[in-house]
C-alpha cells in the first residue's frame, strides 16, 4: 500500500508562485516505479488532470491550461513529487490532489487510471 501526503497549499495573491510537494511513503519509489500526477477540484466542477510525469521524470503532460507556468518533478531518491506553480491566477483555486499508480514507463491523465490519492491540499488564488 502507498500513502500520499500533500503539502504546500495555501492562499497567495494573483501571480504569485506555490510549490506542492507530495511525499510517498510505502513503498520506495526507486524500487517499486510509479507514475505520478496532480489533478485539481473546484467546487462544483469535477476533479480534472493538471500534470503528470513518468517514474523517471524523462515525460511529462500538463493541462492546457497550466502549461508555460506549472512544473511537475520528481525526486525518486526523497520519495517525492513536486508541482511548482507560477503565475497563478484566480481561476487556480482549487483543492490539489496528489495521485500515484504503479508503472515503470508511462505516465497518465484520467481519474480513473490512478490507484492511490492524497488527501489534498487548498489552494487559493485572491485577485
Known amino acids: 500500500q502507498v500513502q500520499l501526503v500533500e503539502s504546500g497549499g495555501g492562499l497567495v495573491q494573483a501571480g504569485g508562485s506555490l510549490r506542492l510537494s507530495c511525499a510517498a511513503s510505502?513503498?520506495?519509489?526507486?524500487?517499486?516505479?510509479?507514475?505520478g500526477g496532480w489533478f485539481r477540484q473546484a467546487p462544483g466542477k469535477v476533479r480534472e488532470f493538471v500534470a503528470g510525469?513518468?517514474?523517471?521524470?524523462?515525460?511529462?503532460s500538463y493541462a492546457d491550461s497550466v502549461k508555460g507556468r506549472f512544473t511537475i518533478s520528481r525526486d525518486n531518491a526523497k520519495n517525492t513529487v513536486y508541482l511548482q506553480m507560477n503565475n497563478l491566477k484566480p481561476e487556480d483555486t482549487a483543492v490539489y490532489y496528489c495521485?500515484?499508480?504503479?508503472?515503470?514507463?508511462?505516465?497518465?491523465?484520467?481519474?480513473?487510471?490512478?490507484?492511490?490519492w492524497g488527501q489534498g491540499t487548498q489552494v487559493t488564488v485572491s485577485s
Open positions: 510505502g513503498r520506495t519509489l526507486s524500487r517499486y516505479p510509479m507514475a
Open positions: 495521485t500515484a499508480r504503479g508503472d515503470s514507463g508511462s505516465l497518465y491523465t484520467g481519474v480513473r487510471q490512478y490507484d492511490y
Open positions: 510525469i513518468s517514474w523517471n521524470g524523462g515525460i511529462t
